[in-house]
Structures are given as structure tokens and as C-alpha cells.
């Protein structure tokens, strides 16, 4: 699967329970692999890892942190970057709840900002901001169940 981040395009290949990006040739040993989760070692570091997908994204969280990827195909590889968009919908990783708003309607915010704190799987999770601009739409409130597919928050910029 070819995914994208910060112009960058990474190769994933999963064959026998190992993981290897192709793009700094790193091997992460899976373990423990269940539909949206997986425990990889990565130099004898064992982590916890969470990931789902999403429409043309996925989204993977390894030792609490946040990472957000773009499923491109061939002819997208050169395309722009997924922090050149002018809207962007931010999802939960995975079904959970809502712990923490961080941020409110019409809220100007930067990229890197913190919109959310989500629990899943007793483990909280904050979303970033991957684009600068303002927040139009918020679809969730404090303490609220997440289904894993909706949309939370549309930032435009």
C-alpha cells in the first residue's frame, strides 16, 4: 500500500507478521495483531500500536503518538501535499470516547495545534491539526461514544 505523508511516499509491505517501509528500509516485528491494533518491536522497544482507515486515509497511533496518512495511488504521488488542503476532516483512530474539547467552533488554529483528546482501548489520545485555518464544524461533545468512522472536526483554511 503506498501512503503519503509531508510529500513523502512510504511503501508498506505486511508479509509474516513483519512491517517494512520500504522508504528507510526499518523493520518493526508485529505481534499480537488484531483488527485495529498490534504490539510491534522495534530494536527489543515493545509498543502498543492502534490504526484504522478511513476513506482515502489511515490512521495509526504508536505510543500515544499521532500519525496521519494519505492512500495515494500512482498518479497522486507528485500531487500536493496533504497540509496544502483547504478543508480537512479529522476521524478517531479508532472507536472509544470523547475525553476533552480543546478546541471551540470558529476557532482560528494552527497546524500541530491540539483539537481533541479521545480515549480508546484505556489510552488517550490527542488529535492534531494537520493543516493552519479555522475550525468550522464540530460534530461531538465531552464524554460522547465514537463509532471510529465519523467525522469529529472540519478545519478550513
Known sequence: MRLKKDNTIFEFD???ETLTIEESSTVFDVQDKKEHSAQIVVDGNKYDSYFFKHKDSVYVNIDGKNYTYKIVEDD???GEASNNQSRVEIYPPMPGSVVKLLVDK????KEGDGLIVVEAMKMETTLYSPIAGKVKVINIKEKEQLNGEEVLIVIEK
Open 14 to 16: 505486511i508479509q509474516n
Open 106 to 109: 470558529n476557532q482560528e488554529v
Open 76 to 78: 497522486d504521488v507528485y
